[in-house]
């Protein structure tokens, strides 16, 4: 028998953002929906982490993420942070299926109720599984809890090694 691939959670924010070894950088670029032309590129795009600025500071003409200033100064430019938000998206999880679409303002809200981000079972089996798939998995779950027809206890669907 094949050992099966381990599969983790969604982190919602790997999904939409740079991944600075650990710390968040912008939005993916790949989550746009639509081409930005070069000279809003330099307007848009962060300097060190190549993603879409997040609360965009602009220092020594150059564009960066609030989290990636590292002690720059620089005021947040509302301007810019302004038509970032307006940018159209669409959801990183269009891969499994879902076709929403939206400013980039709402990316985060979407995430947060996408029926296709994995999630764990939340009956305890360890079971990772999409968003949309619980129902069905709640029906089957191992760690669901049945009434025994015997003695008439709550029991798990299928027991420990010891039997009820």
């Known amino acids: 028998m094949a050992e099966r691939e381990a599969v983790t959670p969604d982190s919602i924010s790997t999904l939409i953002y740079v991944d600075m070894r650990g710390k968040t950088g912008g939005y993916r670029t790949d989550l746009l929906k639509e081409q930005v032309s070069e000279n809003m590129k330099k307007l848009l795009i962060c300097s060190k982490c190549d993603g879409i600025s997040k609360e965009t500071k602009m220092t020594e003409g150059k564009t960066f993420c609030t989290n990636c200033t ?45 029926d296709k981000v994995k999630i764990k079972c939340q009956k305890g089996c360890g079971e990772v599984l999409q968003k949309c798939d619980t129902i069905h998995h709640q029906k089957e779950c191992p760690f669901r809890i049945l009434e025994c027809e015997y003695c008439k206890e709550n029991v798990r669907a299928k027991p420990s090694k010891r039997t009820h």
């Open 70 to 114: 590292e002690g720059r100064g620089g005021e947040v430019d509302g301007r810019v942070d302004g038509l970032v938000r307006e940018l159209k998206c669409r959801c990183p999880l269009s891969t499994r299926g879902c076709d929403w679409s939206g400013k980039l303002d709402n990316i985060e809200e979407h995430m947060n109720g996408c």
